[in-house]
């Protein structure tokens, strides 16, 4: 019977899954398909045996890596906190931006402000990239231009670890803030507009109004994104850490995440295929159990909240 059912609404909704499978296969093709790589995280690679034929090397290849305690060390430094920092910080700007446009009478304001905001998030790294050494070139930086105009030192921003966390925070907040306001944009458009109406009969300033209703009703959606996040706390965007610092040496103590080190490794000589995997093998395996804990801590204290 059961079967019947399934059936009869697979012929019902048709048109509907039709629509969705070129969605699904590229997800089933890019998901799941290079799952079986995971493989190489237990093996010693042989390229003239191939994947399936090369020796099992058991745990191996996750010892060589947590062994080197002063690297890793750096990298989980690097790569959570600035997930941290990306997080809170673009939480804040998100949401923030988001109440400010809502807040604005101005509708041509509005939609120029909206265009605007949202542009860097359609740029490339690369491009992104050529901007940034276009302000922070030691010799003709527009930064170094300006400090040297002032009569001010310049900086050789290329071999000073010590600045990339704020530039590349800054970096990521410009890319990024404009996509999450309108997220955030979208669920206030969408609340409903006699609370607001109730509020200004008894009195409440547009600041109430916003501290009172509009902050309370967005948590749900906050909490939502930040336990989405979570799946990512081991990871980083190699468009970011890779490319617009250059990948340069120096600058490693600040700016290397493990997905630079995963990609340094790659695609330097003696690439060790099976470490590598063996370290995006324990990035999923810390980001699903990162969601999963986070979601029923949530779920212990507002169910409402939780993802499921």
Partial sequence: MKLKALWKNTVKHKGLLLLALPGVVIMFMFNYVPLFGLTLAFKKLDFSLGIFESPWCGLDNFRIFITSKRVIWRLLRNTIGYWALFTSIGMICNVGLALALNECRGKRFKKYAHTIMIAPTFMSWVAI????????????????????????????????????????????IWKSTGYGAIIYLSAISGMDESLYEAAEIDGATRWQCMTKITLPLLVPLITVMLLMSLGGIMSSN???????????????????????????????????????????????????????????????????????
Avoid: H
């Fill in 238 to 308: 190699t468009g970011l850490f890779y490319q617009v610092t250059c990948n340069v040496g120096i600058l490693y103590p600040t700016t290397q995440t493990i997905d630079t080190y995963i990609l340094n490794a790659l695609t330097s000589g003696n690439s060790d295929y099976g470490m590598t995997s063996a370290v995006t093998f324990l990035q999923s395996v810390v980001g699903c159990i990162t969601v999963i804990s986070a979601n029923a801590l949530v779920r212990r204290y507002n169910n409402e909240n939780a993802l499921y």
């Fill in 129 to 172: 990239t050529f901007i940034v050494k276009a302000l922070l070139n030691e010799s003709s930086g527009l930064i170094n231009s300006l400090l040297e105009t002032f009569g001010v030192d310049t900086v050789a921003w290329y071999s000073s670890p010590d600045k990339w966390p704020v530039i590349l925070t800054l970096v990521n």
